[in-house]
């Protein structure tokens, strides 16, 4: 009888990653309109556009990351068949 192994913190960090990842673009973006707010006296434009940029970004980081998953799982699936072909 075999024991299954817990991956689970593979995932965690993975989840983790993309999470602080999101943040730091959304909370970047959002500083550096405030900022910019300040400098050119565009209350609260500036800030409102950075924030929005910022999801944009933290949206598309999701996006590649999980189709860069899906692509490694393809991938690793297509090796496997050859390699059971090839037993």
Do not use: C, Y
Request: hydrophobic share 45%; no cysteine.
């Amino acid at each position: 009888m075999t024991r299954q192994k817990n991956n689970w913190v593979k995932p965690l960090a993975d989840a983790i990653n993309m999470v602080t990842t999101i943040a730091a673009a959304i909370g970047f973006s959002g500083l550096a309109g405030w900022w910019l707010d300040g400098k050119f006296a565009t209350d609260p434009w500036l800030t409102i556009l950075g924030i929005l940029l910022g999801s944009g970004t933290g949206i598309k980081i999701m996006w590649d990351r999980l189709n860069a998953n899906s692509f490694d799982k393809r991938i690793e699936k297509k090796n496997n068949e050859k390699n059971d072909a090839n037993e």
